[in-house]
């Protein structure tokens, strides 16, 4: 396991249980490395925290739509 891996995963509990805060974007961005590296429980569970983000237009345009 990659120490990137690692600290992605830990950021990623974080902000599911609300001890940490990320804007949209850090959102999408983590949930593709988790998804790169296999971890599709915990990006599935960023993918629903995304959604309920309601991104701006903007913030679309630069990461993508939640899907």
């Given at each position: ?6 600290v ?49 237009p ?10």
């Amino acid at each position: 396991m990659s120490l990137q891996l690692v600290v992605a995963r830990g950021t990623a509990r974080s902000l599911l249980s609300g001890n940490a805060a990320a804007d949209y974007g850090d959102v999408i961005l983590l949930r593709r490395l988790l998804l790169a590296e296999g971890d599709h429980l915990l990006a599935a569970d960023l993918l629903l925290m995304a959604i309920a983000m309601n991104p701006t237009p903007a913030e679309i345009a630069a990461f993508g739509q939640a899907r």
